[in-house]
């Protein structure tokens, strides 16, 4: 059928030759993440004659995107027109909701082939039986399926934080988050905090640059043997020594960037593997303001109940439409810290609507490294004595006939200036409001009787009204929030009341 190797394969050979130059990391000084959606086409039958035969589909990347950085919540803006979180996860989910926009036009108004067929009730439409998608990120989504056991010998990806620093998260009184100065010191690579940060007692010694830790002795290669098979739980780890192959103890765990959310219980940041609490739901960490952005992790774990196509389309569908699998690149991995904050998080969620359920999409790993992962660039530049940075731009790619691609920085279109903020050329075609823009004109493409009772029997006017209007998705948010992501972080409302 498929393999993950031949998904991250497909991935990277469309990521080299359907992507421009422009907004690809520099080279030997840049890298970046990449994640892409992969439609799996079944064949319509099987012969007969041939029935031990494998199967063989047709794979399709969709949709996909690449990027590392968020915007602050100071830059967040109430027209719907910036990206808030740029992470190469959510750019490809973005993209995605593009070509789901796209399949429903060529099926309602334009009769011609789509992923979708007519449900069964008017306006409503679901997707073929022969069909399903395929997640690949080149990395572990960040926040709760980061934290996972780390090898002595191995490098911490995170800024270490010192025993003394108050790395806490406050809510001031207009609901945006506060943080602490050593901790906006911490997340700058550039700040004193991060280029001599205190060894905490009893630790290996180790020396920090640039929010990296270093082992006094250095090892060859960038990955951890045995890393991908552990099953191993913080707890564990935190009480238990372990030997994992070539007699590697685990000491410590690769810490995630992304802070919990207030509400939630707060990490322990003890030395060692007992430094983080696990199934926390966490935000994005910015340079210098707080962002406002859930980690992937959460995100992708509300997609696993809710769907990947958002409250706007499923005013067009019978049913969300979910993931059936998730491939992770070559890198730090745990399979068991995956199923944790994926699935095992959402599991228990009861009671809700038709058509939603929880999903417990089948997770692999690839073996085949994005090459301008920060790993693999690293492993090229192993004399360089200049920093290594992520890549400031973003990349969106969907497979859709106009303007597919469009390379973002700083949540705008690459090159785009303060004087030219408010055009319409300052969009990216995955904003909010140009997402919003592409319903509304699938929806005056429609003659009003065949519109979903939804749509048809209120009058909308807002991107937020248009949201609420969509109960069963709503509902079923709802039920998630109230049995699993109670603490999760909401824009205001105000930030969703743009036409």
Known sequence: MWTPDEIAQLCYEHYGIRLPKQGKPEPNREWTLLAAVVKIQFPVYQPSDTPDKPVQVIKEVVSMGTGTKCIGQSKMRRSGDILNDSHAEIIARRSFQRYLLYQLQLAATLNKESIFVPGTQRGLWKLRPDLFFVFFSSHTPCGDASIIPMLEF??????????????????????????????????????????????????????????????????????????????????????????????????????????????????????????????????????????????????????????????????????????????????????????????????????????????????????????????????????????????????????????????????????????????????????KVELFRSFQKLLSSISEDKWPDSLRLQKLDTYQEHKEAASAYQEAWSALRKQAFGSWIRNPSDYHQFK
């Not at 901790?183 to 205190?198: G, Q």
């Not at 030997?243 to 707060?266: H, L, N, Q």
């Not at 322990?268 to 966490?282: D, E, I, N, S, T």
Request: charged letters at 25%; one cysteine or more; hydrophobic letters at 30%.
């Open 154 to 431: 191995e490098e911490q990806p995170c800024c270490p934080v010192s025993r003394g620093q108050d790395n806490s998260l406050t809510l001031e009184a207009n609901g945006n988050l506060k943080t602490s100065e050593n901790e906006r010191k911490c997340e700058d690579p550039d700040s004193p905090v991060t280029k001599k940060m205190r060894l905490e007692p009893g630790t290996s010694a180790r020396f920090f640059t640039n929010g990296t830790a270093h082992h006094g002795k250095e090892e060859s290669g960038p990955f951890a043997p045995g890393v991908s098979d552990s099953n191993l739980t913080v707890k564990r780890l935190a009480t238990v020594t372990c030997v994992a192959p070539r007699s590697a103890t685990v000491v410590d765990i690769y810490r995630t960037g992304a802070k919990c959310v207030p509400g939630e219980a707060e990490d322990l940041r003890k030395p060692g593997a007992a430094y983080h609490q696990v199934g926390l739901l966490r935000v994005k960490p910015g340079r210098g303001d707080r962002t406002c952005s859930m980690s992937c992790s959460d995100k992708m774990a509300r997609w696993n109940v809710l769907g990947c196509q958002g409250a706007l389309l499923m005013h067009f569908l019978e049913e969300p439409i979910y993931l059936s699998a998730v491939v992770i690149g070559k890198c730090p991995y745990s399979q068991e810290a995956m199923q944790r904050a994926l699935i095992g998080r959402c599991q228990n969620v009861l009671a809700l609507p038709k058509g939603f359920g929880v999903q417990e999409p089948k997770i692999q790993q690839s073996g085949l490294l994005f090459e301008q992962s920060r790993c693999a660039v690293q492993a090229k530049r192993a004399d360089s004595s200049s920093r290594l940075v992520p890549c400031g731009a973003a990349i969106s790619w969907a497979a859709v006939p106009e303007q597919p691609l469009d390379v973002t920085a700083n949540g705008f279109p690459q090159g785009t200036t303060k004087k030219g903020i408010r055009s319409l050329q300052a969009r990216s075609r995955i904003s």
